[in-house]
């Protein structure tokens, strides 16, 4: 099954769930996919950075569903680039490994031997286990990490009390577009190297917005486990579907936007003021919730401007 059965096997199964096998069938299914038409057009041979992480990872059903949706994106023309965490992974081999996790204010403190198994998790085992899904499906994807070909440039993270925690210097978009240009699918760990050749730890996140401004990206997407942004943390119907740039701000400001949310977003506001046309926090905990948000009118998650 190609990537376009796919989606169309992804549009028919919740509606025969719902309705007879009539032509009411057919007809809501050509609906959805006259509504993802513009979308398609309008994103052909446009650059989408997708972080992807959290339970979108973990778990093997959603996994599935995110290969496809970057299989599809890929297959109509969307140029899209995947740079990928890898913490529960990294637990459990430390764990295996006899050597102890450390947290400061919600980063992981990486010793020259956590940085070992953080390097030999994000740049062999999960790299090449994305890289392996995606050319399952059809996709071409290609493996990198932040040191290859210098894609980026680490500095140490703050007054070094985090160890080998690095923040992206520069980034070498050069390496990058004549994959996209020949629809490979780049998929990148976040691990970086300095000037003096010392690698460390740069959190996925801030790998993902710093390349989606260096690559002039139309969208940055982070995956989340959250609906998105909510204006009551404890309240999932409180989802704020859309935001401009100063409301973002001031959201953190007002302390709305707090723990893990604030960082996230804060990487979506660097990307925007930096030329990013739009960055979305979505939940990768949906089927499919790449393709949703992309290519439907509703989206599911929030989506951020640069407009104000």
Known sequence: MNPLESFLEMVQNPIEKETSRSGVDDKLRVSVLSEALPYIQRFA???????????????GSLQEAVFRDLALLASVGVQPVVVHGGGPEINKWLKRLDISSEFLDGLRVTSPDTMDVVEMVLTGRVNKQIVNGLNQLGALSVGLCG??????EARP??????GLVGEVARVNSDLLKPLLER?????ISSVASTKEGRSHNINADTVAGELAAALHAEKLIL???????LRDPKEPSSLIKQLRLSEARTLIDTGVVIDGMKPKTECCIRSLAQGVAAAHIIDGRVPHALLLEVFTDAGIGTMLTSRG
């Open 147 to 152: 040191i290859d070909g210098n894609l980026i």
């Open 183 to 187: 629809g490979y699918v780049p998929v």
């Open 157 to 162: 993270f703050g007054n070094g009390s985090h």
């Open 223 to 229: 995956l989340t486990d959250t609906p998105g942004i």
């Open 45 to 59: 041979g446009r650059r989408i950075v997708i972080k992807y992480g959290g339970s979108a990872m973990a778990h």
